[in-house]
T-cell receptor, first 115, second 113 residues
């Protein structure tokens, strides 16, 4: 089955700097890669996703890249702000017909943005 | 919609006791997922249902764990008997048939002493 590895487990940056979180996956059939943000005391929430037919996607300060050959995907946050502090999870899944089966998550990255 | 609702938010129980966690998915969502979150293993998928039918329970760690979905608006995850290593945050999530985003509840923090 699918296995998703995520690094680093913790990341501390200064406000305004960039943050990068990296993931690898094992199942070449996976074609849908979402990123979830979990704030303290809450459940994870989708912030951005990417499909295997594109290599990069951007939404304001957040961008995701995908290297399908190497089975790597990354989350990039620019101009970090204190409210970006949270746990970030990557995930992999197989999408078909506009829906996915089960999401397999990485182990999470605790991002701390220092003011 | 109020989102996915889980209860209780916190549960402290003694080893050997039965624990039941509850979930109400978002109305109209046909898929329901149970996840367990720990520091060491992150978010692990335990089981998921489609139209109230269990589809994949390969993540359920032991026979002590069981899950049911008697109707479209309610699911339970039961641990009997509970052990200290079951201490974790348990999340329920749901999504519609046509869709990719999973909507998570706020979780149940379980502590077994």
């Amino acid at each position: 089955g699918e296995n998703v590895e995520q690094h680093p487990s913790t990341l501390s940056v200064q406000e305004g700097d960039s943050a990068v979180i990296k993931c690898t996956y094992s199942d070449s059939a996976s074609n849908y890669f979402p990123w979830y943000k979990q704030e303290l005391g809450k459940g994870p929430q989708l912030i951005i996703d990417i499909r295997s037919n594109v290599g990069e996607k951007k939404d304001q300060r957040i961008a995701v890249t995908l290297n399908k050959t190497a089975k790597h995907f990354s989350l990039h946050i620019t101009e970090t702000q204190p409210e970006d502090s949270a746990v970030y999870f990557c995930a992999a899944s197989i999408e078909y017909g506009g829906a996915t089966n089960k999401l397999i998550f990485g182990t999470g990255t605790l991002l701390a943005v220092q003011p | 919609d109020a989102g996915v609702i889980q209860s209780p938010r916190h549960e402290v129980t003694e080893m050997g006791q039965e624990v039941t966690l509850r979930c109400k998915p978002i109305s109209g969502h046909d898929y329901l997922f149970w996840y367990r979150q720990t520091m060491m293993r992150g978010l692990e998928l335990l089981i998921y249902f489609n139209n109230n039918v269990p589809i994949d329970d390969s993540g359920m760690p032991e026979d002590r764990f069981s899950a049911k979905m008697p109707n479209a608006s309610f699911s339970t995850l039961k641990i009997q008997p509970s052990e200290p290593r079951d201490s974790a945050v348990y999340f329920c999530a749901s999504r519609p048939t046509e869709g990719t985003e999973a909507f998570f509840g706020q979780g149940t923090r379980l502590t077994v002493v």
